[in-house]
């Protein structure tokens, strides 16, 4: 199994919110010699699994290795990817310069090795942002990402403390 594929199948498990299922494989995947590519997917993928759990910390520690493993790959693309989740996760923690210093250095590996879908997945950091707009759009995912509510308007509320 490649990288894309992994991805590609995990993710759709965790959309899919077949955390158990998902972990299962990266368990596989994080127990066998696979490549440092493989195995930094398979963290980034469980670090978002703890992030939906609001295991923020956790995640990052996930995410810290998953960087570790990428540079060691000299993937790129899976370095910029890692590097992105770990922006969100820095945001959810409220860490707002550590999280858009992750995005730029996504986005800036992204252009830098021709990485398209890296790009266009972090437009927004391309130029600086007032801390209280990157607030509001960490947010707006961050609310997006919890299950369970009926809108996210509902849980942007709520995690805005506007709310029960």
Known sequence: MDRDELRSTLEQLVMAGHYAEAREIISQVLSKEESPALRAE???????????????????????????????????????????????????????????????????????????????EAPYWDAPRKRSQTARALLSHKAWLLAGCQSQSATADHLAGRGP
């Open 42 to 120: 398979a963290k980034r993928q469980e670090s978002q699994i703890l992030t939906i759990r609001g295991q923020w910390d956790e995640a990052a520690r996930e995410l810290e290795e998953a960087v570790s493993l990428a540079t060691e790959a000299e993937d790129y693309e899976a370095l910029s990817d890692c590097l992105s989740t770990l922006g969100d996760v820095r945001g959810y923690q409220g860490s707002y310069d550590d999280a858009e210093h992750s995005y730029v250095q996504a986005l800036e590996l992204a252009r830098e090795h021709s990485n398209r879908r890296g790009e266009a």
